[in-house]
């Protein structure tokens, strides 16, 4: 936690006009441990679905923190499982990789004699300053210019139907389908060499999915011409 000082913030908000990031010096992690060794094996993983859900359950509180919480759960004598809760105002799917990454890299060092990096890994406050240098009217000229376009939602042509070729509604049902494993470890390859998170890439997947069935959004759409340069 020391490393990084943005996994100590705290977002304050209350009789203010704009909420206010603030990193404490000092912050207490929560952890919990349980031994569920003397439980069976349906136990052991209903207790965990509960444990999960109260978890979700519970939030955080913004302006108090901390907004990351622990807990380890025995299940065996040499095996655990470790629950790591985080706000997604912290860390996010692709942040927090690179915090396990960090963590793994540690532990090996740790486990071989070795000591574990000193001081902090990145200045965050050094990012704060020049992220409020940015000039703001640049960005929003160039979202306003890619998407000049853009004058109305989307439509999705296949929604309508004509009189003479069939019927006027169609009821709506949801399709759910299931990667393999190897067909996931494929697509996080493939968004990982591209340094994309999957959610960018199934954003990508659904604006090909929108210029299929709209006819509105061509090929030359920025989202999509970045995504394929990558």
């Known amino acids: 936690m020391a490393r990084h000082p943005s996994l100590q913030a705290i977002f304050v908000s209350e009789r203010r006009e704009r909420p206010l990031q603030v990193v404490r010096r000092n912050i207490d992690l929560p952890w919990e441990g349980m031994d569920w060794t003397a439980l069976g094996t349906e136990e052991q993983e209903a207790k965990f679905r509960e444990f999960v859900q109260n978890d979700r359950l519970d939030g955080y509180d913004l302006a108090l923190g901390p907004l990351m919480r622990f807990a380890l759960m025995r299940i065996g004598p040499e095996h655990h499982r470790f629950v790591w809760g985080s706000h997604h105002l912290l860390v996010d799917g692709w942040s927090s990789q690179l915090v396990l990454n960090e963590v793994f890299d540690v532990y090996d060092r740790l486990a071989r004699g070795e000591a574990a990096p000193a001081g902090k890994s990145l200045v965050f406050r050094s990012y704060v300053e020049w992220l409020l240098k940015q000039d703001w009217a640049d960005v929003e000229k160039f ?72 006819s509105e959004l061509g090929y030359d759409f920025w989202p999509l011409r970045a995504y394929r340069e990558r």
Do not use: I
Request: no cysteine.
């Open 143 to 214: 979202f306003r210019t890619h998407l000049s376009g853009m004058k109305a939602p989307t439509p999705m042509v296949v929604d309508r139907f004509s009189g003479s070729t069939g019927p006027t509604t169609r009821e709506a049902r949801t399709e759910e389908a299931t990667l393999s494993a190897a067909g996931t470890s494929q697509l996080k390859a493939f968004a990982r060499a591209r340094k994309m998170t999957l959610n960018t890439v199934v954003q990508a997947a659904w604006g090909l999915l929108l210029n299929r069935y709209s």
